[in-house]
């Protein structure tokens, strides 16, 4: 039988725009909101914590199925990330959390462990899901799914202003490099791989604002 939850799945590459979109949307629709790049992250912080060789599959699917992951909203409305129990939202946040969240992210077995964890989240009245293979293979039947981008300089860009605001030290050479690597990772594995699902609305953030994209993105789910 057809799920009868809706969700709505923004996939798209990194620093498109999808967890602050997704998470405004959540918002106004009263739905639930799932970050599964979070959980790719917090595996990976978990894998290297424990020092784990990534070609041992069966050591990190456990490590993936034992990894208690939560989110919990704070008083100003920030997403906070509990990983066995403390707090690991700013670690999480980092581009080298990042860049180890992709890596493990290519491998089968962690993704399979992920599955059943992501789709928990489907409850009612509905589920805004971003990442990278939401709408191509967590939830496929999805009834409104959107692909987010905008050019690697202007990712860069939003980037290098989101650290510079935080006090980390860049560059914008530095950051456009990771993003493309970043991006040819996701885009270029084997399994679930970076793509726009079948029938999901495009669009192209570049030179819109934040509340642009919103409306956009929350027409889809009124359409
Ligand atoms: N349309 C936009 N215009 C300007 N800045 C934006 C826009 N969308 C997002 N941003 C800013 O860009 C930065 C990255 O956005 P966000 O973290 O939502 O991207 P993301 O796609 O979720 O990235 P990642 O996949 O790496 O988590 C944030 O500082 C955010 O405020
Ligand atoms: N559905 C997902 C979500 C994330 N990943 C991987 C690939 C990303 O580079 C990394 C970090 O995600 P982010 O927090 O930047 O959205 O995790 C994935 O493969 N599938």
Do not use: C, N
């Amino acid at each position: 039988m057809a799920d009868p939850v809706p969700v709505l799945t923004i996939d798209g590459p990194s620093g498109s725009g999808k967890g602050t979109v997704s998470r405004l949307a959540a918002a106004r629709l009263g739905w639930h909101y799932l970050d599964s790049g979070a959980l790719y992250r917090a595996v990976g912080a978990a894998a290297a914590r424990a020092g784990l060789d990534l070609a041992d599959v069966e050591a990190l699917a456990r490590l993936t199925r034992d990894t208690r992951i939560e989110f919990r909203e704070d008083p100003d409305g920030e997403l906070r990330v509990l990983v066995d129990g403390e707090d690991a939202t700013d670690a999480l946040r980092t581009e080298e959390a990042g860049a180890a969240a992709s890596t493990i992210a290519a491998i089968p077995e962690v993704r399979e462990a992920l599955k059943d964890r992501q789709r928990g989240f489907r409850r009612p009245p509905g589920l805004v899901a971003d990442g990278r293979d939401m709408g191509t293979v967590i939830f496929p039947d999805a009834p409104f799914k959107v692909f987010l981008t905008a050019s690697a300089g202007e990712r860069a860009e939003r980037r290098y202003k989101q650290l510079k605001g935080k006090g980390v030290s860049v560059t914008m050479d530095g950051l456009l490099r990771e993003i493309l690597a970043r991006d040819a990772r996701d885009a270029d594995r084997a399994v679930a791989p970076l793509r726009p699902a079948p029938g999901a609305v495009h669009i192209d953030t570049t030179g819109l604002g934040i509340d642009e994209v919103v409306e956009r993105v929350l027409a889809v789910v009124a359409s």
